[in-house]
C-alpha cells in the first residue's frame, strides 16, 4: 500500500512535497494511516483534532492519545473543543452535521489564518460507497451520486482509491496503533446501518463489488463532466446577468426538452428543491415566486429571476430625515447629497433640480407604499405609483427597490427614476437645490 499511496502522490498530488499540510486526526485508524504513510513518504504535516465532546471520558482520551503521539512524532498540533450539542440546537442541524460544519469551518480558519495550503482528510473507497447510498436513499442528482470529490478546495483525500480492508492490513502490517470511537458500532446513524449491515451483504454476493462499484463511480463521474459542458452552452443561451440579478429566459429554456431537467441543472446550486413549483414558474403569471432557504425566484413577463433573500424587503421600514439645512443623508442605497446651485445643469435618473422654496419639512426619504401617487414631470395630473411602475414594466424585485423623496406628505422624487412636477424650477424660482444620488 506504501508504494501504491507513493505512486498515487506523485501523479495526482505532486505539489503536495513543497506545500505546508494540515493533516485532520481523530485518532481513528484511518486518520493514524494516513499520518503514518504521509510521514514515510516526506510530507510536511502538522495535526488537526477536533474534540466534540460527545463520548465524555471517551473524546478526553482520544485527545490525550493524540497529543502524546504528536510530541513523540516531534509535530505540530492544534486541538480544538466544541460544544456540538448546543451547536446543533441552536442551528437545528444533526449532530453529524453540525459536527462537520464546526469541524470544516475551523479547518478554514487554520488554512486562512496560518497560512497552510491544504487539509488531508482519510476518507476511503468504502467511505464513498456509504456517501452513495446515503444521498441515493435521500433522493439525489447526479452529482448525488458521483460520490465524495478526491479535491474541493483546500480539502484534498488522498485515501479515496484505498479500501478499509487494505487500510487495516497496513495498520496490522506496520503495528500501529490507533483509538476505536464507540460509537461506529451503533446503528442508529444511517451510516454505520449501512457499514455493518447492508454493504456487507453485498460484497458476500460480489466479493469485487466495491471495485465494480469505483468503476460505475468514474463513469458517473464521466459523464457528468459531459453535462456540465453541456450545461455551460445552454447557461450561455439562455441566462443573462442584470443588475446582480440572473434572469433566465423562458421562451429559450422552453425550446429545451424537458425543461424541469434543464431548471434543476441551472438552480441546483441555491438549496431550491421545489422543483415542480419552479418548473411550474414557466407557465405561471407574472409576480408568482418560489423560495429556498438562501434565494427567490421570480416569474417575471419573460423571465425568471433569481434574487437572494438578503436582498427582499423586510418587515422593518427604515425612513431617512433630511434637516433643515438639508445636510447629505447616507442611505442603503448611496448617498443624497443637497447642494445649492445658481442654474439648472444637466440632469439624469440620478439627479434633479427642485424649487427649495417648494419643500416642506419633515422631509423624508423611505420605501414607496400602496395608494402612493405623484404628479410625472412633464406630464398632465397625477398618478399612483403602481400604474407607474406597470407602464415602465419593473419586475417586483425592482418595485420592492424603489424609495421616494417626500416634502410633508407629497412625493417630490421616485428616486433614480422620475421627478414630480410640483417642485419643478420656473421663472419665480429664488433658490435651486440639487438633489442627486452618489
Same mark, same amino acid.
Given at each position: ?139 439525489t442528482g447526479l452529482d448525488g451520486l458521483t460520490g465524495i470529490p478526491e479535491t474541493n478546495g483546500y ?11 487494505e487500510i487495516a492490513a497496513y495498520a496490522n502490517q506496520q503495528q500501529l496503533q490507533w483509538r476505536e ?71 429559450k429554456l422552453l425550446k429545451y426538452p424537458k425543461p424541469k431537467a434543464y431548471l434543476y441543472e441551472l ?22 415566486? $418560489?423560495?429556498? &432557504?438562501?434565494?427567490? %425566484? ?6 425568471? =429571476?433569481? !434574487? *437572494?433573500?438578503? +436582498? ?16 447629505? $443623508?447616507?442611505? &442603503?442605497?448611496?448617498? %443624497? ?6 442654474? =439648472?445643469? !444637466? *440632469?439624469?435618473? +440620478? ?88
Open positions: 500500500m506504501l508504494q501504491r499511496f507513493k505512486n498515487h502522490i506523485q501523479t495526482q498530488f505532486p505539489e503536495l512535497f513543497q506545500k505546508r499540510l494540515i493533516l485532520a486526526i481523530s485518532g481513528g485508524i484511518d486518520s493514524i494511516v494516513l499520518l503514518h504513510l504521509c510521514k514515510t513518504v516526506g510530507l510536511n504535516v502538522a495535526l488537526a483534532h477536533c474534540n466534540f465532546g460527545l463520548r465524555a471520558d471517551e473524546s478526553d482520551a482520544d485527545e490525550a492519545f493524540l497529543t502524546a503521539l504528536a510530541t513523540h512524532l516531534e509535530l505540530e498540533m492544534f486541538t480544538e473543543r466544541f460544544n456540538t450539542e448546543q451547536y446543533a440546537s441552536d442551528t437545528k442541524l444533526s449532530i453529524q452535521m453540525a459536527a462537520r460544519e464546526l469541524r470544516y469551518r475551523w479547518f478554514e480558519e487554520l488554512v486562512s489564518q496560518l497560512k497552510f495550503d491544504y487539509v488531508l482528510v482519510a476518507h476511503h473507497a468504502d467511505d464513498n460507497l456509504e456517501t452513495f447510498f446515503i444521498n441515493l436513499s435521500r433522493g480539502i484534498l483525500r488522498p485515501l479515496l482509491p484505498f479500501s478499509r480492508d470511537d464507540s460509537s461506529n458500532s451503533s446503528t442508529k446513524y444511517l451510516r454505520n446501518k449501512l457499514r455493518h449491515e447492508v454493504i456487507p451483504i453485498l460484497k458476500d454476493i460480489n466479493p469485487q463489488w466495491l471495485q465494480n462499484f469505483s468503476k460505475t463511480q468514474q463513469h458517473l463521474q464521466d459523464t457528468k463532466f459531459l453535462v456540465d459542458d453541456y450545461m455551460t452552452q445552454v447557461y450561455n443561451d439562455v441566462v443573462t446577468l442584470d443588475d446582480d440579478k440572473l434572469k433566465f429566459n423562458i421562451a438552480l441546483k446550486s441555491y438549496q431550491f428543491t421545489a422543483w415542480d413549483d419552479i418548473l411550474n414558474l414557466l407557465f405561471a403569471q407574472s409576480g408568482k415566486q $418560489v423560495f429556498s &432557504e438562501t434565494h427567490r %425566484l421570480l416569474r417575471d413577463r419573460e423571465y425568471l =429571476i433569481l !434574487d *437572494t433573500l438578503d +436582498n427582499a424587503p423586510n418587515s422593518v421600514k427604515t425612513n431617512y430625515s433630511v434637516n433643515t439645512d438639508f445636510e447629505d $443623508v447616507d442611505t &442603503e442605497f448611496g448617498t %443624497l447629497v443637497f447642494t445649492s446651485v445658481s442654474e =439648472i445643469g !444637466d *440632469t439624469n435618473s +440620478n439627479c434633479i433640480y427642485v424649487d427649495q422654496d417648494t419643500l416642506k419639512h419633515p422631509v423624508i426619504i423611505r420605501k414607496w407604499e400602496q395608494g402612493d401617487f405623484f404628479y410625472p414631470l412633464g406630464m398632465q395630473g397625477k398618478k399612483k405609483l403602481s400604474k407607474y411602475f406597470k407602464d415602465e414594466k419593473l419586475s417586483l424585485f425592482e418595485k420592492e427597490a424603489v424609495w421616494v423623496l417626500c416634502s410633508n406628505t407629497e412625493i417630490v422624487w421616485v428616486i433614480n427614476r422620475r421627478a414630480d412636477g410640483r417642485f419643478k424650477v420656473n421663472s419665480n424660482t429664488k433658490h435651486i437645490l440639487k438633489i442627486e444620488v452618489q
